[in-house]
């Protein structure tokens, strides 16, 4: 056993991959294992008990074996990334193509329709999704070896999906949030200097419109909304917004703390993956849509808890999308 966990320690010296090493039955090799998305990824070390002060000394056959590892680790991380993508892609696709509305411009003299202010910013999120996760998907199929010089912009990109990732929470949590949101965007004070004065009332007329009850929320209603939603997902969502949102400023940040090839990928599955919770969760949320053909694209159902309200999101595991066990439609 005190091999085997020497083996395991050089190898971490290597990498920060989680490691297993086990004696074959007659003690003449060492299994070398590494389980990602409950794949198991393996190879086979020559082993003499007399040789293994030389075999342990190998540092460049060490480096070797962990690098291997580290590809393949990141050819599956970035086979469930294009996985994802294509799901996403797929919903939006058919949203646009069966469910697409044309909606008139809105007339002020009128309260504004609930109803309308619903579909209107479904409409605008899945846009938003597809545009940018098909931007993503573009940038992905330069192949994995360009991954790292398209990274910086692909988190650009990611940052913009969390964050309506974070709305689409809170409009979950309180349907009242949506004026909010809505009105917000139009407030003059958070527009250009040079519009002039007609069209700055235009869209003070607009803000009025979309929020005549002048509903707010602050930003710590907004950070408890999304922990309420969904618990199990905010501490992700957290660190990967975090994270990424230093991309799009003039930041050193992410030139500074770059983490592996293979992390990078991680990160940027993980982001997709709450992308895909949170459509479906976009989905749900609205009646007109069905959420029976959605949820076979996009491969996730539902459940809600009576009592506290809480969405909990059931995913099909990633082993099912490797292995293409779970077509995707």
């Given at each position: 056993m005190d091999h085997l966990k020497e083996v395991v320690r050089k190898l971490k010296s290597q990498s920060d991959l989680l490691y297993e090493a086990v004696f074959n039955d007659e003690k003449s090799a060492i299994k070398i294992l590494v389980n990602s998305y409950e794949t198991e990824l393996s190879t086979t070390i020559p082993y003499s008990f007399d040789g293994f002060e030389r075999l342990i000394s190998d540092s460049n056959m060490w480096a070797t074996v962990a690098k291997n590892f580290e590809d393949k680790v990141c050819e599956l991380t970035y086979k469930l990334i294009r996985i994802e993508l294509i799901?996403?892609?797929?919903?939006?696709?058919?949203?646009?193509?069966?469910?697409?509305?044309?909606?008139?411009?809105?007339?002020?003299?009128?309260?504004c329709d609930d109803y309308d202010l619903e579909r209107q910013c479904v409409q605008l999120f899945i846009t938003r999704f597809g545009f940018n996760c098909l931007a993503v998907k573009e940038l992905m199929n330069e192949g994995l070896a360009k991954f790292e010089a398209f990274e910086l912009s692909i988190g650009i990109l990611l940052r913009s999906c969390l964050l309506d990732v974070s709305l689409i929470a809170c409009w979950n949590n309180k349907p009242e949030f949506l004026y909010h949101m809505a009105s917000e965007s139009l407030l003059p004070r958070n527009l250009p200097g040079h519009i002039n004065q007609k069209d700055l009332n235009g869209f003070e007329r607009l803000h009025n419109f979309y929020n005549p009850e002048k509903v707010r929320f602050e930003p710590k209603e907004v950070k408890k909304m999304l922990a309420a939603l969904a618990p199990q997902l905010k501490k992700e969502f957290d660190e990967l917004y975090l994270y990424y949102s230093k991309y799009d400023h003039f930041s050193l940040i992410p030139i500074?703390?770059?983490?592996?090839?293979?992390?990078?990928?991680?990160?940027?599955?993980?982001?997709?993956?709450?992308v895909r919770q949170f459509f479906f969760m976009l989905i749900s949320r609205n009646s007109i849509l069905p959420k029976e053909e959605f949820s076979d694209i996009l491969?996730?159902?539902?459940?809600?808890?009576?009592?506290?309200?809480?969405?909990?999101?059931?995913?099909?595991?990633?082993?099912d999308l490797l292995s293409g066990t779970y077509k995707v439609i």
């Open positions: 799901m996403i892609l797929k919903a939006s696709k058919l949203y646009r193509e069966k469910y697409y509305i044309n909606f008139a411009p809105p007339d002020l003299s009128k309260k500074l703390s770059r983490h592996s090839v293979r992390n990078q990928l991680r990160l940027t599955q993980r982001s997709i993956d709450l491969g996730m159902r539902e459940e809600v808890n009576d009592e506290t309200g809480h969405y909990k999101l059931i995913t099909v595991p990633a082993l």
